[in-house]
């Protein structure tokens, strides 16, 4: 059986204009981001090298799978999110 780290934790959604400039109440379209420190650890393990687990809960829904999708971008990931 391998080896292998398991990160709890949440994902936080930043919304931020398309650029530096824009204001957001002007602005029709944001720009979508998911972070959150641990995520950010979870994705920098994994690209060290070490197979990593994500555990967390969320709702079904598309931003869910946006967010999933951006966090299994690092190949040792892939099907890694509980």
Do not use: W
Not at 2 to 28: A, G, Y
Not at 35 to 63: D, H, M, Q, W
């Amino acid at each position: 059986m391998p080896n292998f780290i398991v990160c709890f934790s949440e994902i936080m959604l930043r919304l931020c204009p398309l650029t530096q400039f824009d204001r957001i109440k002007k602005m029709h379209v944001l720009k979508m981001d998911f972070a959150g420190a641990e995520s950010n650890v979870t994705v920098s393990l994994a690209k060290l090298g070490y197979t990593v687990r994500f555990v967390t809960c969320l709702p079904g829904n598309v931003i869910v799978s946006a967010a999933i999708n951006n966090l299994r971008q690092s190949d040792r990931m892939a099907s890694s999110v509980l």
